[in-house]
Every structure is written in C-alpha cells, then in structure tokens.
C-alpha cells in the first residue's frame, strides 16, 4: 500500500507541478510513447543482457514483492520457533528418529505441521544439513557453525541480487534518456528548416527523453530496489533465527533458552512475544 501511494503521490506532484506553471501536457504526450519505447525498451535489454536467466525471474519475483511486503509474517516466526524446539527436543531424546525426519522433510510428521516453512526450499535445507551435521558428530563444533554461516552468507548474496538488478538499471536510466534526447535533437536538426514553432515542439518532444530517463531512475525503479533490498534483509532474519537457535543449541544449552535467544533475534516489527511462543508450545505439546 505504502508503494502505491508513494508512486501516486510522485506522479501527482511532478505532472501537477508542471501543469501548475503553466506547462502543456500535448508535448509530453505526444513524445511519451515514442520516448518511453526507446528508454524502456533499451533498459529492459540492458537487463536481460547483463543477467542469467535466475536472477531475471528473481527480479519479478522482487518488483512483486514491493507491492506484497516481505513474505514471513509475525505467525510463521512463531511457527518457525516451535518447529525447531520439537525437533532439537526430539533430538536429545532419539537422535536416531530425528534423522528420519531431516531426509524426507516432506514425510515427516513434524514439518509437515508448519506448509509455509516447509515449502521454502532454503528454510529446509539450512535445518536439515545443519541438524545432520550436528548428528554426525563433527569433532569441533565451530566447525558445525563455521559451515552453517558461510551458508547464510551465500543465501544473503543470492537474495539480493535481484535489487542489485534493479539498482543497476536505475543508474542506467538516465544515461539512456539522454541517448533518446540526442535522437530527438538529431531529428531536429535534420528538419531545421522548418518554423520556429514547429523546432520548439520537436526540442521539447526530445527533452522528454532526459526527464524520462531521470524521473523513472529516481523516482520509480531507484526507490523498488531500496524496497527489495529492505525487504530481502528483513527475510533474511528468518534464516538467521535459525542459525540463531542451532548455534545456541551446538553450545549445549537447553532447547528453552534456544528458542528464547532465536526469538530475540527476530525483526521487531514481526517479533512474536515471550508469552505468545510459550503458549504455542505448550499447545504444540498438548496435541502431541
């Protein structure tokens, strides 16, 4: 909602202005489409040129999500805590059942409790490889953690490469509107023999290009990849509130204050209460 209204109040503020001073919208509407297909189409090939195909469906899936937020809600963090407090429980008690849980995570009785998590391929991996890890029985428990961090820090990258697209092509934008000015300017001249009404129109018609450039850079695709990015670091803490309560857990502590010290580590926008988790356990417990 924020985005959309932030975008309304861009272009109403820009066009009224103008408009307020006593400028024509019948050049800029003219020269809009003419303009727009240069600019626009030159950057979309500029984007698709200088990324794989991965990162190009990333980055629809990142212009999506400025307008839907990110996607881990204050419910699947509560959901997330008491995934992982039943399986580290089961865990102390039966490392041997708990395996079986982590090799076929779409079998098993406990993830298949909490859909969401459970169809984010990452959330998934980082638990079980970390988990079988643990059982395995690395001699340095640094060494658990050590590897378990360096995969955060490649899922981080990996989701942000759609905003670095993004912001890419904002720094692009105006440098193109300025190919689609001197274009206009080159057919000026190419008709300088005709009235000075008639030059002025076509001038004007060729500086769309620069403000179009400049306007989309800094006012449309410049602010969606600071969006993405925000968003994309706030996802992130999903994962690292993993890595939280397993590093808590390598250093034998109980499950209880694992899952209190993941909990603190949750953005505190979607930071589900002490209160809250507790009482979800206590009835994930009861339905057990």
């Not at 979309?44 to 839907?68: E, Q, R, S």
């Not at 179009?212 to 996802?235: H, M, N, T």
Request: a negative charge; proline letters at 4%.
């Amino acid at each position: 909602m924020n985005t959309i209204f932030g975008l309304i109040i861009t272009v109403v503020m820009v066009f009224g202005g103008y408009l307020l001073a006593g400028g024509k919208m019948g050049i800029i509407t003219h020269a809009l489409p003419f303009e727009g297909m240069m600019i626009g189409g030159a950057a979309l090939g500029a984007f698709f040129a200088g990324n794989d195909m991965n990162t190009v469906k990333h980055t629809m899936g990142d212009v999506t999500a400025v307008f839907t937020g990110a996607k881990w809600k204050k419910t699947d963090y509560q959901d997330l805590l008491c995934l992982m407090h039943e399986l580290l429980n089961l865990m102390k008690q039966n490392p041997v059942e708990v395996e079986s849980h982590i090799e076929a995570p779409g079998e098993s009785s406990i993830f298949t409790k909490y859909p969401k998590i459970l169809k984010d391929h990452s959330a998934i991996e980082l638990v079980c490889d970390t988990i079988r890890s643990m059982i395995m029985n690395f001699d340095n428990v640094h060494q658990v953690e050590e590897l378990m961090q360096k995969q955060l820090d490649q899922l981080a990258e990996d989701k942000l490469h759609g905003s670095h697209a993004l912001q890419n092509m904002a720094d692009a934008l105006p440098a193109l509107g300025i190919v689609a000015a001197v274009l206009g300017v080159i057919k000026t001249m190419a008709s300088i023999d005709k009235p000075p009404e008639i030059l002025g129109g076509m001038i004007g018609g060729a500086l769309v290009g620069t403000f179009l450039g400049v306007f989309l850079a800094y006012g449309v695709v410049g602010p969606f990849a600071k969006k993405v990015k925000d968003i994309r670091v706030e996802e992130h803490a999903f994962y690292a509130m993993i890595g939280e309560i397993l590093v808590s857990n390598l250093h034998l502590n109980p499950v209880n204050i694992c899952v209190e010290v993941a909990r603190r580590h949750a953005p505190s926008r979607v930071r589900p209460t002490y209160d809250e988790v507790d009482q979800a356990i206590r009835n994930m417990k009861r339905a057990a």
